[in-house]
């Protein structure tokens, strides 16, 4: 039986999250128990939703308990089965966690899935055409809903999510401007990502700075934004909303530490009766399969290549995952195992 | 030709609306024009809405023109007709502004509707049964979507929109709970106006303490809100929020002088999958019929007995709009000219 390193939550950030929250350590993976399959993890995704797992409450999520394996999704290959629909070989996506190896009770449904790599790389199934890709979706598609010719910005326009969101706009004949970090990722968000415009964020010091620049990249106004920062980014976008405006907001980033992280404009909402809505992708299965069929095609066709940073090692799991949270990650951030 | 007393804007409020914002002249009403009808008003409606048209634009409507007749909702009598569908001595509802008489181009669709007097009195039609009781119906219906034994919360409670939204509510099977200014404003929507509680604002200094009486009156917490207010109100109400509730934007009266009004938990939007959306219901005229067919027979019942704030004659409509839009008023503000 192999040696399974695994990452625990050893304790709750107090402000930013620590590596000192996490701890390392080592197990034997148990014997099979009958209908049970042993996968071995080849990447673990990492994502901005563990941050605000690792809150004792107020998050959106139930709190990851403390002395266990943090939660995350996991794609990898079944190693030992006592399961009749997997054999070993088997290419698997789950929710495994952040460890080597997971033994997962496979009757459970949509517990495990075996997957096709022949026009998608592995890999993708943690963002592209996994949860990163299906927020995307219901965010642009079931709160959103775009019509043809409209104004589409998302934040964080780089990340997982947000090149999944580029590519469902852009074919729905979307204008679609992103928010990020940085000229190199403003600039590969343009030139590989199919965004029509990218504005650095870091160059603008208050909304007020930032919103002039959106009325450039959008001269006809924004009509669906995808939140996923809030703060500055959120006041500056507010402020250029068309009337009838709508915004998903999937995430705020930037409150996930506890700082505060006030609306400034609320009255935006009335002057432009936007909607603004928040939600969960896992809280919507329904249209999961909807979703991945379309970001699948997207992603074997080539319509939608999104950029992975790859950490390497279990051991590299914290400081890549604190990274992330601070925009240190180019694309979705993943984590290979050997 | 009877002599025209009008309030016109005689310039903008830079901070809060002042009387001297406002100037009182007298004309005489014209000789009418083919398909023209004279219109004698018996009483005006004043509304918050009105502050936001006296700023120069942000407003959520077209700015009042300066040196005109202030807009604004009236019921009276035809005196004199050159139209054919309307005959001296018909009740009728309009869009008359701040003045004695009007003259209205009846072949305009909407702009002047006989009404029935025999089982609704004829103020109802400023308030219940008008724009007021259309806004509370839109934002419970087409927005918030009750299902019973949920519990709806309105701000200024005590209102025409407030009072409307509380018996639309009751009809539907909801818990409603009001938030007004002052023991009597609360104990009368308690006592006349069914709601099921009401909670005195200005007893608690900050959005914590409010929202702490908030779970009180709302043990299974809020599905439902109807946002008139804004700033601290909306803070309280959003900390008590069920998952999936549904906040609707109506007003946001205590940011229409221009002070700021952040909203200082817009992370809860996320946290609790909250949908926030801003409406005007002018701009939803197909569902007036439905809405008032339902809140007529909720006044000709006796199931919505709103409560009116009179003042007297033409000079009184400024200190009776500011006195509004503080809060002194009790009920529906209108003011009855002899």
């Known amino acids: 039986m192999p040696i399974n390193q695994q990452i625990l939550l050893d304790n709750r950030p107090v402000g930013p999250a620590l590596a000192s929250n996490f701890k390392l350590v080592s197990s034997q993976t148990p014997a099979l128990h009958d209908r049970q399959v042993l996968v071995r993890h080849k990447f673990l995704s990492l994502d901005p939703y563990m941050r605000g797992r690792m809150n004792e409450s107020k998050s959106y999520a139930a709190a990851q308990p403390l002395g266990e394996v943090m939660i995350g999704g996991t794609v990898g290959e079944v190693v030992e089965s006592r399961h009749p629909q997997f054999t070993p070989g088997d290419q698997v996506v789950g929710m495994g966690g952040w460890q080597e190896y997971s033994v997962v009770n496979a009757d459970q449904p949509g517990v ?106 959008c001269p006809d106004g924004i009509d ?77 066709t080539g319509k939608l290549r999104p950029r992975e940073s790859v950490a390497e090692g279990i051991a590299s799991v914290p400081e890549a995952f604190l990274g992330m949270l601070k925009g240190k990650n180019f694309g979705k951030q993943l984590v290979k195992l050997s």
């Open 224 to 300: 669906g934004y995808f939140e996923n920062v809030g703060g500055m980014v959120l006041d500056a976008v507010l402020i250029r909303m068309n009337a009838f405006g709508r915004i998903a907001v999937c995430g705020m980033i930037a409150g996930y530490d506890g700082a505060p992280l006030p609306l400034n404009y609320p009255a935006l909402i009335l002057v432009n009766r936007l909607k603004v809505q928040g939600f969960i992708v896992s809280e919507h299965m329904a249209v999961w399969p909807e979703a991945l069929k379309e970001l699948g095609t997207l992603v074997a």
């Open 112 to 217: 495990l899935r075996k997957v096709d790599t022949t026009h998608i790389p592995l890999s993708a199934y943690l963002g592209a055409v996994g949860m990163p890709g299906v927020t995307a979706w219901y965010g642009l598609v079931k709160i959103i809903e775009p019509q043809a010719g409209e104004t589409m910005v998302v934040s964080a326009a780089t990340g997982a999510v947000g090149s999944a969101f580029a590519a469902l706009a852009k074919a729905r004949g979307c204008r679609v401007v992103g928010i990020a970090g940085g000229p190199q990722k403003c600039q590969y968000a343009v030139e590989e990502l199919g965004f029509d415009a990218c504005i650095d964020y870091k160059l603008y010091q208050d909304a007020h700075a930032l919103s002039k620049a959106l009325k450039v990249a």
